[in-house]
C-alpha cells in the first residue's frame, strides 16, 4: 500500500535522511491517516531540503534541539530567518510547499494532520468547520499540551513493538482536537451534556478490548461498533470505567498475566506473552507501575500466600 502523507519515510526523503524516520500512524478519524514522525540528524550534509507534495494538510513540529538561524522558504522562495528554540511548536502549511535549509543538526516530532481530520473533529463537536490553521512562517508557540503528547508518543516511537494502537488513537485524537482549538478556533456548539455509555455498551466494548490483550484493536473499529464517533466513545468510556481505553487494557494485561502467575508454573517471558506484552521487560515496566511491586516479588508474595492457606 503506496503511503499518501507527509509522514515516516516520505518526510525522511524531505529532510534528506539516509533512513526511514520512526512514525506511529492512526486512522482513528473518517479513516484519514494522522501520524507522528520523529526526525533526527546529528551530521547532516548542508543544503535545501527536499519538496512536500502540495495536499490540503498541516505538519505541527515540536522542536528538541535548538536551531539558530534557520533560513524558512515558502513557494519556492527565502521568507525569512529565525532562531528556533527547543521545546517550541511550528505549524506548517502543505499547500505552501514549506522548506527551509539544513545546515545544521536538527531533533524533531512531526505530527501529521490532513484536512479530513480536522472536519472529523468539527463535525463530531457540532461546531463550524475550520478553515485555516495559525500557520505563520517562523512564529513558534509555547504548547505544554503538545509538549506532553510528544515526550509520552516518544515512548512508542522508540518502543514500537510496546505501543498498543489505543494508546496511539487516543494521543493522536487528543492532539488533533487540541490543534483545532487553539490554532484552528474550533468552537463547540453549547448542547446537552453527554454521560458514559449505556450499561450494554460499556459491556461490549470491555468484551471487545479484553478479546485481544495484544491491543491491535482501533479506537474507530470499537466505536463503530457501538455507533459511536471516536471522540464520543473516548470520552464516554472514561465516564463509565473511570479511564481511557488503553489503560483499561493495561490493567486487563496485568490482571491475566496474575492468573497464569497464580494457576501455572510458567517462566515470566511466555506469561508477558500469554497476557498480551511484547515482552518481558515491557511486562515487567508495565506490571511494576500498576502493582507497585514486579512481577516475580508480587509471584513469590502471591504463591506464600497460596501455600499457607492450604
Known sequence: MTQAGAYGQRLGQFLRLKEAPPALVTRSLRSAELAVTETRNDHPVPGLSGSLTAEDAFLVSLKLHDYPDCELWERGKCIMKADVHAGTTYLY?????????????FHSLFFYIPRSALDSISEQCNASRIDELD????????????????????QGLRRPDEANQLFIDHMMLGLTAHVAQTYGGLQRTAGP???????????????????????????????????????????AFRISVGMPPHQWLLHQRVK?????????????????????????SHFTRVFSSIAGVSPAVWRREALGVLRAGT
Open 93 to 105: 502549511d502543505l499547500k505552501r510547499d514549506p522548506r527551509y535549509v539544513i545546515d545544521k543538526p
Open 135 to 154: 500557520c505563520q512562517i517562523g512564529v513558534g508557540h509555547d504548547d505544554g499540551i503538545i509538549r506532553h503528547i510528544g515526550a509520552s508518543l516518544q
Open 193 to 235: 451534556t453527554r454521560g458514559g455509555l449505556a450499561p450494554w455498551q460499556a459491556k461490549r466494548a470491555c468484551e471487545r478490548l479484553e478479546s485481544d490483550l495484544g491491543g491491535k484493536l482501533s479506537l474507530q473499529k470499537i466505536a463503530t461498533e457501538l455507533d459511536l464517533s471516536v471522540s464520543h466513545f473516548s470520552r
Open 256 to 280: 491475566a498475566a496474575k492468573q497464569l502467575m497464580t494457576v501455572r508454573d510458567l517462566p515470566l517471558t511466555e506469561i508477558a506473552i500469554s497476557a498480551g506484552f511484547a515482552n518481558q
